[in-house]
């Protein structure tokens, strides 16, 4: 299995010192194992890239998932530097579900600065109950994903796929993608798995988990509720 990291929300890790300070110094829930998500359309500072930096370096994170929103595009390259200079890695990012301009800019960047992130792409968010039509759209989320794949093996990076919700974010579909995109030819692509869109798989997360392990690259880490997506917690 590949070296799984574990995604936080930046939030939790800050207010908990203690936490922090009892952090493992190996295995999946080492600090240097840990990787802050979410943290910059989020930002009721609206820090600048060495400003965020800083703050990692503060906290001890030394992995960055970034997350980006259109007015970040023209700070892609500061991002980096930042990150750089404080000796954080970027080790994955928010990817458009099509290789646009945004996705252009991206790899763009990523080639400029030599860097290897994973790119975390995410699809449909609707439910999809009638078999047939969830067929066409998982054979359509191959072929939307395969150039995905292509561009990021040119870079030497990895496409994980991001479950937000819908048929895509079901973890049986994922991997159902995930296989037909091997079996095409694309081994550089897995799952990134994010409990709080998970709330439905809360009591058979052990079965989940089974199904997911060969492919996952990556665990995003929050306290959550039963039905706390469905009443506002």
């Known amino acids: 299995m590949r070296s799984l990291v574990l995604v936080a929300w930046l939030a939790v890790l800050a207010a908990m010192p203690a936490l922090r300070a009892q952090l493992p110094v190996s295995g999946n829930l080492s600090r240097s194992n840990l990787v802050a998500w979410c943290i910059v359309p989020f ?7 060495a400003q965020r930096a800083d703050m990692l370096a503060r906290l001890g994170i030394q992995r960055l998932a970034y997350d980006w929103r259109a007015e970040h595009i023209p700070t892609f390259d500061a991002e980096v530097d930042a990150m750089a200079a404080r000796g954080i890695r970027i080790t994955a990012w928010w990817f458009p579900a099509a290789l646009n301009d ?8 990523i080639e400029r600065k030599r860097i290897q992130p994973q790119l975390w792409v995410t699809l449909g968010t609707e439910p999809e109950p009638n078999p047939d039509r969830l067929e066409a759209k998982l054979s359509d989320a191959v072929r939307t994903l395969a150039p995905i794949c292509r561009g990021a093996a040119r870079l030497g990076c990895t496409v994980a796929l991001y479950n937000h919700l819908g048929w895509f ?10 296989q037909r995109l091997h079996a095409q030819g694309h081994p550089n692509v897995g799952i ?3 409990f709080h869109h998970a709330h439905d798989h809360i009591d058979d997360f052990a079965d989940v988990l089974r199904v997911l392990k060969p492919h996952l690259l990556a665990l995003n880490l929050n306290g959550m509720v039963v039905n706390g997506d469905k009443t506002g917690r």
């Open 169 to 178: 974010g079901e973890p049986t579909n994922s991997v159902r993608v995930v």
């Open 102 to 109: 945004e996705a252009k800019a991206i790899l763009a960047c």
């Open 192 to 194: 990134v798995y994010n």
């Open 43 to 49: 930002d009721s500072a609206k820090r600048t890239p």
